[in-house]
């Protein structure tokens, strides 16, 4: 095509993890280039013949040797011409949501290192405007786990009640009432209790739980509308 | 930069208007080109030296001569490769609401016309993935207007409550509870009656409404959740 448009076009994928209580982001450190030695997103130039989503997990698998089941386009940044130093760069962002403890991390060809920091630990000074993209994508998040079942894909299969209300509280910041959270939550008939226990710190074993995702399909089509308000 | 990627970038604009019971769409007849005379979203190609947001504004007023107030950002269209003709193009939508009543269309220098379609009865065959664009858009106007007071910015200043109920339903395109909406509606706070009568097809006169954005700007920093649901 003869146009005369010097704008180049990227990707970024932030990815969400749930480890020890605490949501974790995956970084990686740069290898090359200007910002070598800073940590960054995940992320890089999309190739003439791959799709934005392609170039995506073709990143996450060159730079952290990781493989992601989902992800969602959370938003393009280009309206700040500056932030990339090279030159005009956009950037579509796309975020994951992983069980983080099954994942193993490898930088590969591309990243020097890479890395699960809790969110509230991350490095201050993140390459280009990868700080205001992981506020973007925690805010979406936060929303998201309200109206949304996206909780049960950062943790395991099977889970102890108390792990997900911590879940909640811990990424929403907020205190809740922990029996109307239960009640609300078995209420959908999206959770289940299984037959096995979990280890709990103190007390009786508590039973094990899982999300019931096909039941949760089933619902969604039949106009359901999954909530949870703190208010 | 020294990169070889052979990407460009453009955006296009879904503006939805609201005019005589019905919601409309945007579009303008190409004047040039491969898919020239074919209906299309109003868009173009992004300067390197404008934000991505500053491209929509320049392009509306080029290609429909309006100016509108806020743009919410859609989505990115870069997966499907041959998506445009030209080349690989991908594309950054937004979409805007207008009361669409007030504005005067004026195709300029790159449109042969411009002119609000109704939603159900756009040209079968618009240019592009512009079909496919303006679904995704519909569908997210549809999920927003149950939880952001959308609608408003669809509507003049002063409305009838009938006619905010009309919008409801075409837009949802269901049946409402006359009464419960009424209700709920008003149980906010932010829809405020006037003084003043509007013209009713029948019966006696009724009050027009307006709705109070400072109102409900103050509302939401409480934590305040608008939500319209028809179960």
Known sequence: MELNQNIH???????????AGKLHVLLIKQKYGLLKNKWALVG???????????????????????RVNYL???????????????GRVISVAYFALV??????LKADTDAEDAAWFPIDAVPDELAFDHAHILRTAHQRLQSKLTYQPVGFDLLPERFLFSELEHLYTTILGKEIDRRNFRKKMLSF??????????????????KLFTFNKLKYNELVENGFLFEINFA
């Open 9 to 19: 076009v990227a990707v970024d994928a932030i990815v969400f993890g749930y480890t």
């Open 189 to 206: 008939g999206i959770v289940e209790e299984t037959n096995e226990f979990g280890d709990k710190k103190s007390g009786r074993p508590a």
């Open 72 to 86: 969602e386009q959370l938003y393009t940044f280009g309206d700040a011409l500056d932030r990339d130093p090279r």
């Open 44 to 66: 890089g130039f999309v190739k003439d013949d791959e799709s934005l989503v392609d170039a995506v997990h073709r990143e996450l698998y060159e730079e952290a040797g990781i």
């Open 99 to 104: 069980n983080s403890t099954t994942l193993e």
